[in-house]
């Protein structure tokens, strides 16, 4: 065997497909020839005189014992059967090696008929596996009488007859029943095209153990059987030790493809699952498709209720889902508050995308915990094979990449599309040469003026800048997108609070105060001790609180408004000002807003650009400048490029403006200058013979972007 291309950890081995034939029509010939061959033997021994089953104390005793086994699995209530049963097979092999294949037959019947009859409902099983059971015996006996040995109840294999060959011939006859009999249970039972999946590799190893337990029990009970029968009951506790082993190490096997708390699969199911899926779709020409939901939300749960209320309520989730699921879905979750469905036949991604949209539908209705009525929004991606992925483990990457669209759009459903999706492995290879860039220190921070209508100079904003060594320059707006998804956000923070407080001391060393303003995002305002990092880092560089400006966008308020006041009143606590950055563009409530302990607004530059020509935006405008003045708040104006929109801010009464007009991010040594050379009169707006050329393609990034956040 050989690991297939693409493969994952839960399918590297790939192993011979199943028959040609379809598992139904396996079945039933497997049903048929046993039949056949039952009759056979059965009207054979009639015709010829010859006894069914022992008669005297060998037959009782043999019957009392299976008896008991019989009793022991209906008692049990569990779905064992008699061809996964290790007291079912040493009890078989031994009555065979004993009396022959019809005896043993008919022991073997004898248990599938009772319990099968105790369970009617599993009626197709029993049937199944007694036909497999009859065949395998008979593959025994042929076994047996290539060694030259033919037991009947007139013509019993004694003990007392056996000599050197009679070891090999009992060693060989069991592996064959056990070959015959496990073999053609996977090939009617297994999916066809698959792997090998887990519960089937433990359930091989587990029947080794049956056949050492064979090869150690059958014998014995053959001995006893001959010399003492009335001792055979006593067979009863050995085997149904062996029994209750075996289940229990099945049962294992299982729990570990199970979600011990809804019961429903897991991951290591579901790729294994999907494996087969794909397996049949290819060789179909058909599509399957993966939809992976997740709760929103649902930590606020938690924290509020409890984790045990929240275990309740995953499993009403689970329980809805289930009823949800179209006919062929199968539903798997993968931990957390995340769900996974497979369709394992879907004809498009838009029917995907129909039945993704019905399972969040259902899962949004109102849930009801403890008198409380819940409503639990959910959002959902979808994947489809072969159009997005070839395997199981790209199937899911690109679902999940597709869920967490999903909820950045606040769209409920997304359909994976390889333009959005920024986890490539070029995207990849940037984020390690990024990372790597920190380390080294080859990330810059420019910085650009904010200035009063009266020349005076309200501040810089540390805008952050990467010159890769063969790219050129980056465009702040990929990377800090891609550090805000990687988990590198706090890293590449931690560098320009560093930075840019380093150039702040600096800078008062040579006389210059003023205040530098610094980015961060959502994840750093919700982490814990956040404020006190930034007090800490504030007295090591020997900076007062005051000559630090950290601003944050409206996204903050989103996620956890009250835990991101709590780091803001932590943060205004020690003296360090905040601003509320790209007012306009995000979804925050203005009940937030007047909570919020900012200094600051600014408003975004989308709406700055337009404010002359559109009397809409300049309204918008008006009345931002207008509500935050009536809040206590300074309003600073973003992208001023033209006297035109100067003079409209100005009459509106926007207190400092930062744009191309005042000036553009600068390096240090560039806005030391600038600094220097407007520190004693202030900014003066130049006229239109003063005023240096704008370069050609200003990007917009230079002009006002974010240093430490992910774009809105």
């Not at 015996?137 to 294999?157: D, E, K, Q």
């Amino acid at each position: 065997m050989e690991p297939t291309e693409g493969a994952g950890p839960a399918q590297r081995l790939r192993w011979p497909a199943a028959p040609v034939l379809p598992p139904a029509v396996l079945r039933i010939a497997v049903v048929a020839v046993a039949g056949l061959a039952l009759a056979a033997g059965v009207l054979g021994a009639v015709h010829e005189g010859r006894a069914l089953f022992p008669g005297g104390t060998v037959g009782w005793a043999f019957a009392v014992l299976t008896g008991i086994i019989v009793g022991h699995l209906v008692a049990m209530g569990r779905d064992r059967w008699w061809g996964g049963t290790g007291s079912g097979a040493a009890l078989t092999l031994a009555m065979l090696l004993l009396y022959g294949w019809v005896p043993s037959v008919l022991v073997s019947l004898a248990v599938v008929v009772l319990v099968g009859g105790a369970r009617r409902h599993r009626w197709r099983q029993a049937l199944l596996h007694g036909a497999v059971d009859i065949l395998g015996v008979g593959t025994a006996s042929l076994t047996l009488a290539c060694f030259g040995v033919h037991p009947s109840v007139a013509t019993p294999w004694h003990p007392e007859d056996w000599g050197l060959a009679a070891g090999p011939a009992i060693v060989v006859t069991a592996l064959a029943y056990l070959t015959a009999t496990r073999a053609l249970l996977w090939y009617a039972v297994a999916p066809r095209g698959g792997g090998l999946p887990t519960v089937a590799r433990t359930a091989l190893m587990r029947q080794g153990m049956v056949g050492v337990a064979l090869l150690g029990l059958s014998p014995l009970i053959l001995v006893v059987g001959c010399d003492m029968p009335v001792l055979l009951p006593l067979f009863a506790v050995p085997l149904i030790a062996l029994d209750s082993t075996l289940w229990i190490a099945h049962a294992r096997a299982e729990e570990q493809l199970r979600d011990p708390l809804t019961g429903l699969p897991n991951r290591q199911w579901l790729l294994e699952r999907a494996w087969t899926a794909l397996d049949d779709a290819e060789r179909n020409g058909e599509r399957t498709a993966l939809i992976l939901i997740d709760l929103d939300k649902f930590r606020s749960v938690n924290d509020t209720l409890g984790h045990l209320a929240g275990d309740r309520l995953l499993l009403q989730v689970a329980d809805r889902l289930r009823l949800a699921l179209p006919r062929g879905a199968e539903a798997a979750r993968l931990g957390g508050d995340e769900f996974a469905v497979l369709l394992p036949c879907c004809d498009s991604p838009t029917r995907a995308q129909r039945i993704a949209r019905a399972l969040v539908a259902a899962l949004g209705s109102p849930l009801s915990l403890d008198g409380l009525t819940l409503v639990l929004e959910a959002s959902a991606g979808v994947a489809v094979f072969p159009d997005h992925a070839v395997d199981a483990e790209g199937l899911l990457r690109r679902a999940d990449v597709a869920m967490y669209q999903a909820k950045r759009d606040r769209s409920g459903v997304e359909v994976y599309e390889a333009t959005r999706d920024g986890n490539t492995p070029d995207r990849l290879g940037l984020l390690g040469d990024l990372r790597r860039a920190l380390d080294s220190g080859d990330v810059e921070l420019h910085y650009q003026p904010k200035v009063c209508f009266d020349g005076k100079i309200a501040g810089l904003e540390a805008l952050v800048r990467w010159e890769h060594p063969q790219r050129g320059r980056v465009n702040p707006e990929e990377f800090i997108a891609m550090a805000e998804t990687s988990g590198l956000m706090p890293q590449l923070t931690e560098y320009v609070l560093e930075t840019a407080l380093g150039q702040v001391a600096r800078w008062r060393k040579m006389g210059l105060d003023v205040p530098v303003a610094v980015n961060v995002s959502p994840r750093d305002v919700h982490s814990p001790g956040f404020a006190g990092a930034v007090a800490a880092r504030l007295a090591r560089h020997g900076v007062p609180p005051g000559s630090l400006q950290l601003e944050i966008t409206e996204h903050v308020l989103l996620e956890d408004p009250q835990r991101a006041a709590d780091t803001m009143a932590g943060l205004t606590g020690h003296g360090v000002k905040m601003s509320l950055d790209d007012f306009g563009t995000g979804y925050s409530s203005l009940v937030h807003l007047r909570k919020l302990p900012v200094s600051e607004l600014k408003i975004d530059r989308s709406f700055v650009a337009r404010l002359v020509l559109d009397n809409e935006d300049a309204e918008i405008v008006r009345c931002t400048v207008d509500l935050a003045h009536s809040l206590g708040l300074l309003v600073v104006a973003e992208g001023v490029e033209d006297d035109e929109t100067w003079e409209r801010l100005r009459d509106l009464g926007c207190d400092a403006v930062q744009g191309w007009l005042v000036a553009a991010a600068m390096p240090p040594d560039e806005a030391t200058a600038w600094l220097r050379a407007r520190g004693e009169h202030g900014w003066r707006r130049p006229n239109a013979l003063e005023r240096e050329p704008e370069p050609e393609h200003a990007p917009v990034a230079d002009a006002d972007q974010p240093s430490g956040q992910a774009v809105p």
